[in-house]
């Protein structure tokens, strides 16, 4: 019975993580490389709508998630046009682009509310997933889960290990000077948005194809944010925003299975995720780590090349 | 169209004269014309749950009256500073009945329903009233004991959990109404509330209805707006109830039914009375007996005697045989609240704040 309950509290706990992961891991490339999109929220709609109607529409839940990722990277395709080629302000555009991406779906979705579609298929490992406890948790996800960690591991190579990962962190600390070196900072920052983009569409695409299998208009209900605020508790990291995530996720359903063990009232437990995240970060920036929130210098600074 | 406009720019101006031109009797001088009616959400209008179900009853206004109506709907109004630009914008547009549909419209609704006394004004779930603003509710709890009386006799553990958004008197009301009645099965039911602390985030009200699993409840019921909780029950081989509208679509085998909020008739019969003269600024709770409140259709799983006893009980409710609140009621600390045969007074239930025994929140 306690085996079954760390189980399904794990399984829980592993869904509420995955979409702030995949969104925030999206956003912490974009903001490595010194662009500030505010249009998660938009662009996860946009994914999760599209990803639904795709899936719905063919059969095939791969084409939904392609489709997905393709629709959150089209939207941040017209933030990075806006904000890139006609250095329009970064703040502004993104919550416009939130806005925009909250009316586009419902418009969108419109005609797919109330229909079921199946859930994307847990994957079983013969042997592995059969494992007690571990084997369910670890072994019997499906496939978007595995996708987002790898997601997080590749960026973590990506950013640290590669040349290109290297000039992305440059264009982000000073663009001036890395545009006196010759790096390509327009067309850095133009693929990177467009990662961010087709990350939050993916992050959406979880929540309409696995977390809730449906499309409701403002699904997300500001999941968006939070990822944007994962990033920055992650100190643009993308292992520790993995941590942030989990924890955010964990603190989330923990909270559900104590009400009622606890005689504190319902809002207390609500305010948990928040004020936990809230301390780790206090605890984060006072201690011997001190110093070393690496906000990109750059950061939502616009930049135009100098001729 | 022309023409339309033109009216709608006459309307508008004469009202921003504030009454000098006369306006008197607006029923009879539009009688010839179309009505200009709107009506103000808060939600979307594709929530599936309780702005959907206000604007079936919109639609259904459309229907009714054909081209003798104009109607006009606004969604997504934010409950706060900007519901009241919306609605003092849709009666300089020459509306003359205005539907302001969620409790949180309250204050703006009533301030500018005291700027343009000449247009009526109806406000849903709230408390205060004007010469030209009456309100309006519906009796969900009369629903909610329906589904206790179900859930009373299709759960096994005897457990049922409740996914609940605030903990406001209709909320309060309706975890209550639902325990009792089920209790009237098996006296030891309990019912396990979990506060998603949301009307509308399916993701979380999903978490909270497989914690409520978990925790050994058999049968869900909810009252936050999506059908996630639903879904939940369907993959996790529970009964389940949905929330405002039929939600059959998404869980065929879990969904029992649902309270289902049927605005139509009224909003069909307040357009009546401006259309004649007779609106007047009442103060309506209906329910099961005024057709404000039905139910889904029964789910095919359920045994004829529950189905049958479902039946009875909404008949009884409806014709004021049965009263969902009455005693002997305990609250849960064991102390009688109302002593056997006493009836909670309206009053009583609209600042309900207690829970009665068996409720673990």
Redesign the interface.
């Known amino acids: 019975m306690i085996a079954?309950?760390i189980v399904?509290?794990s399984a829980?706990v592993i869904?509420?993580s995955t979409?702030l992961l995949f969104a925030a891991t999206g956003e912490l490339v974009v903001e490595r490389a010194g662009v500030l999109n505010l249009g998660v929220e938009g662009m996860m709609l946009m994914g999760a709508v599209t990803g639904f109607a795709v899936t719905v529409s063919t059969g095939s839940p791969i084409l939904g998630i392609l489709a997905a990722a393709t629709a959150g990277a089209a939207l941040a395709l017209a933030f990075a046009l806006l904000t890139l080629t006609l250095m329009a302000n970064q703040v502004a555009t993104g919550l416009a682009l939130t806005i925009f991406g909250i009316g586009l779906s419902?418009l969108l979705?419109?005609g797919f509310?109330?229909?079921?579609v199946p859930?994307l298929p847990k994957l079983h490992l013969s042997g592995l997933s059969d494992l007690p406890v571990l084997g369910p948790i670890l072994f019997g996800q499906d496939a978007l889960v595995y996708l987002s960690v790898c997601l997080t591991a590749a960026t973590a190579w990506f950013l640290k290990r590669t040349h290109a990962g290297m000039t992305l962190r440059a264009i982000g600390e000073s663009a001036e000077s890395a545009h006196s070196l010759g790096l390509p900072v327009i067309r850095t920052r133009y693929l990177a948005t467009l990662f961010g983009g087709a990350a939050a569409g993916l992050g959406g695409a979880f929540?309409s194809l696995s977390?809730?299998?449906?499309w409701?208009?403002?699904?997300t209900?500001?999941?968006g944010w939070i990822a944007l605020a994962l990033v920055v508790f992650g100190s643009w990291r993308p292992w520790r925003v993995l941590a942030g995530a989990y924890l955010f996720g964990g603190v989330?359903?923990l909270q559900?299975?104590a009400?009622?063990a606890f005689h504190l009232p319902?809002?207390v437990?609500?305010m948990l995720p928040y004020l936990a995240t809230i301390a780790v970060l206090t605890i984060i920036s006072a201690g011997p780590w001190r110093g070393r929130f690496n906000a990109p210098a750059d950061l939502g600074k616009p930049f135009r090349p100098s001729v | 169209m022309t023409f339309t406009v033109t009216r709608r720019t006459f309307l508008a101006s004469s009202a921003a004269a504030a009454g000098t031109l006369a306006l008197g009797r607006p029923g009879r001088a539009l009688a010839a014309d179309a009505l200009p009616i709107a009506f103000v959400y808060t939600g979307p209008i594709g929530d599936m749950g309780y702005t959907y179900a206000h604007d079936v009853g919109r639609k259904a206004v459309e229907a009714h009256y054909g081209d003798k109506v104009k109607v006009t709907f606004v969604e997504n109004v934010p409950e706060g500073p900007d519901c009241e630009r919306v609605i003092r914008q849709l009666a300089t547009s020459g509306n003359q009945l205005i539907f302001a549909t969620s409790f949180g419209f309250m204050e703006s609704t009533l301030k500018v329903a005291g700027q343009f006394p000449k247009i009526k004004f109806e406000h849903a779930t709230g408390f205060k009233r004007a010469p030209n603003l009456a309100i309006y509710n519906a009796r969900f709890y009369e629903g909610r004991a329906v589904l206790g009386d179900i859930a009373g006799q299709m759960s096994k553990a005897g457990v049922a959990g409740y996914v609940a958004s605030f903990p406001i008197p209709e909320v309060v009301m309706g975890i209550n109404a639902f325990t009792l009645a089920a209790q009237k099965h098996n006296p030891n039911f309990k019912t396990k509330v979990i506060w998603a602390n949301t009307w509308y985030d399916p993701g979380k009200e999903s978490d909270a209805a497989k914690a409520l699993i978990d925790k050994g409840c058999d049968i869900i019921a909810q009252h936050t707006d999506s059908a996630a909780p639903l879904q939940v029950a369907e993959s996790r081989g529970v009964y389940a109830f949905g929330q405002a509208t039929d939600m059959t679509s998404y869980a065929p085998k879990a969904h029992l039914t649902a309270v289902v909020d049927l605005w139509a008739n009224y909003y069909i019969d307040r357009v009546k009375k401006v259309m004649e003269g007779t609106w007047t600024n009442s103060d309506i709770w209906w329910g099961f007996k005024e057709g404000l409140v039905g139910l889904a259709p029964f789910n095919p799983a359920m045994p004829a005697p529950v189905k049958a006893s479902a039946e009875k009980l909404k008949a009884d409710i409806t014709s004021g045989a049965v009263h969902p609140f009455t005693g002997p009621i305990k609250n849960q600390k064991g102390e009688v609240v109302y002593a056997a045969g006493q009836k909670a007074s309206d009053e009583d239930m609209l600042k309900m704040n207690w829970y009665v025994a068996g409720v673990e929140s």
């Open positions: 079954l309950s399904n509290i829980a869904s509420a979409p419902a979705g419109s509310v109330g229909q079921p859930a929540l977390y809730t299998p449906m409701m208009e403002g699904m209900s500001g999941r989330t359903i559900l299975h009400q009622g319902a809002q437990f609500s």
